[in-house]
Each structure stands twice: as structure tokens, then as C-alpha cells.
């Protein structure tokens, strides 16, 4: 079964300085996601990279897919508050057709 | 384009009640899949229709058990329900290709509470 584990769990940020969240999944897959979680609210699609060593950025936030480490980060640039959230990746493994997400990473960004 | 929509949106049951929750997928896709959420965790899954057919399950019992319909609209149905089905609901919605990678796109969710 593909375990995904995420790293760490709560992170309290301060606001202007830089972190990263880490994705570490069980087998081999090249399809990884990445998801928002407001409290109350759904899922919100930041990213999706499909292959090793895709890279993508969107305003404070940049991910990254190592495939052959098996590892996802995602890399927090000068947070600001409205990044408080948490913080999904989900892996595709390709075979049976479902997603497994990790456990979440809570961020709650302070002055 | 309208996106993915779920009914209700609030839902509290008692212990061994049946309960339904419907799902409608964003136009052009035709594959849906059921998530579980229990408070603090991450989405569980539970199965995926593809073009009216269960087309994968998670490790629920079958006390779960789903529908899609010929406009690809869908619905989870669970019966006897337990204390530990509290949690919220995800239905989330992908285009045709979904085997090459494509995203799943999220519905707003059903909060069911059993008491």
C-alpha cells in the first residue's frame, strides 16, 4: 500500500522568512500533488508535477518533484499571513486509480 | 464553466440511519471519485466511478456503496450509519484522461455529523 508521509506536521511561521515542507512517498510514482485546505473548506489545486524534476512556482510557493528520492517539497518564500493553512500532497500511483494524501502539514504564519 | 458541486452541505444522522449525498462533476468530466475526511486528517479514499462503473475502491466496508449516473453526476450512499462516519465528505471530479495525470478537481464537501 503507498504510504505518504508528510514533514512537519505544524509550523509556525514568522512572517518574512523562508520555509519547506516535505513529501517523502512509499513507491514509485511520477504524479504528485499538491493541495490548500482552508478550516471548513475543501481542497484547492496549487500544483501537480508529473515528472522527475518538475519544478513549479506560483507566487510565494514552489515545488518540486524528486522521483527517484521519492520526495516532494514545498518551498515557502518570505511567508505572509495569508498563508496560514494547510497543506496536502497527494500521490497518484497510477495503478488503482485513486489518490493517497498525506496527513497535512497546519501552517500558521505570525507577526 | 461550472465546477464541481455537492448537496447537502451540512447532514446529522443518528447511529444505524441511511444517508445520501450527491455530487455533481464539472462539465466534461466523467470520472468521480469519494473521499472521506475525518477532522485533523488527510482525504481517505473510498471508491471512483468512470463512466458509470465503480472503477477502484479504498478499504471501506460495503456498507458504502455508490452510484454515477448517465450525466456522470454521482452519489455515495451509506447505511447503518456509525459514529466514526463523522467526518467530510469530498467528491472530487477529472476529465476523460485522468490515466495521464490529470488533476482532480474538489467539490466544496458534505459535513455529515452522527450522533
Known amino acids: 500500500e503507498l504510504k505518504v508521509e508528510q514533514n512537519p506536521l505544524f509550523l509556525s511561521m514568522q512572517e518574512g522568512k523562508n520555509y519547506t515542507i516535505y513529501c517523502n512517498y512509499s513507491?514509485?510514482?511520477?504524479?504528485l500533488y499538491w493541495y490548500r485546505q482552508d478550516p471548513g473548506k475543501s481542497l484547492e489545486s496549487l500544483f501537480v508535477?508529473?515528472?522527475?524534476?518538475a519544478v513549479k512556482q506560483e507566487g510565494r510557493l514552489m515545488a518540486s518533484l524528486d522521483t527517484k528520492a521519492r520526495l516532494s517539497t514545498l518551498h515557502i518564500t518570505a511567508a505572509v499571513h495569508d498563508l496560514s493553512a494547510t497543506y496536502f500532497c497527494?500521490?497518484?500511483?497510477?495503478?488503482?486509480?485513486?489518490?493517497?494524501f498525506g496527513a497535512g502539514t497546519t501552517v500558521t504564519v505570525r507577526a | 464553466e461550472t465546477g464541481v458541486t455537492q448537496s447537502p452541505t451540512h447532514l446529522i444522522k443518528t447511529r444505524g440511519q441511511q444517508v445520501t449525498l450527491r455530487c455533481s462533476s464539472q462539465?466534461?468530466?466523467?470520472?468521480v471519485s469519494w473521499y472521506q475526511q475525518a477532522l485533523g486528517q488527510g482525504p481517505q479514499f473510498i471508491f471512483q466511478?468512470?463512466?458509470?462503473?465503480?472503477?477502484g475502491r479504498g478499504n471501506f466496508p460495503p456498507r458504502f456503496s455508490g452510484l454515477q449516473f448517465p450525466n456522470y453526476s454521482s452519489e455515495l450512499n451509506v447505511n447503518a450509519l456509525e459514529l466514526d462516519d463523522s467526518a467530510l465528505y469530498l467528491c472530487?471530479?477529472?476529465?476523460?484522461?485522468?490515466?495521464?495525470?490529470?488533476?482532480?478537481?474538489f467539490g466544496p464537501g458534505t459535513r455529515l455529523t452522527v450522533l
Open positions: 472530487a471530479s477529472s476529465p476523460e484522461a485522468w490515466r495521464e495525470g490529470y488533476e482532480q478537481f
Open positions: 513507491t514509485t510514482s511520477d504524479r
Open positions: 466511478y468512470y463512466r458509470e462503473e465503480e472503477n
Open positions: 497527494a500521490v497518484d500511483s497510477g495503478n488503482d486509480y485513486k489518490l493517497s
Open positions: 462539465s466534461g468530466h466523467n470520472t
Open positions: 508535477l508529473l515528472s522527475n524534476g
